[in-house]
């Protein structure tokens, strides 16, 4: 209730509204909010986005892997040690001259596994 009140002090405050029809206080139900699913419980990465990390399919054109790596790099608080385990793509990503590695391949899959194992806080 305290938290409640300090938010709507601070709308006030700073003069902002709030959409009622978008406002749902103590309700026991879950949304989808910035590519992700709340609920009273947890924080869960949406199963759209999952769904299309899993299903990417592995490419050697740098749009592609870019484009992976931008949506992979939104759910990195999903995967522990993201930064490490990404580390062999954001390297292909960063040489002038692109070229795909081994070990970036390996990443590409161990991304994509993970996210079907641990998509929820």
Known sequence: MDHL???L???Q???FYANL???ALYADRQGNLFGFVISSERVSANPEKVKAITEWQQSRMIREIRSFHGLAIFYRRFIRNFSAIMAPIADCLKNENF???HAATKAFGEVKKLMT???VM
């Open 117 to 119: 194992e641990t998509h």
């Open 13 to 15: 405050t700073k003069r």
């Open 21 to 23: 029809k978008k406002c």
């Open 5 to 7: 009140r300090q938010v």
């Open 99 to 101: 070229q795909w590695t």
């Open 9 to 11: 002090r601070t709308l």
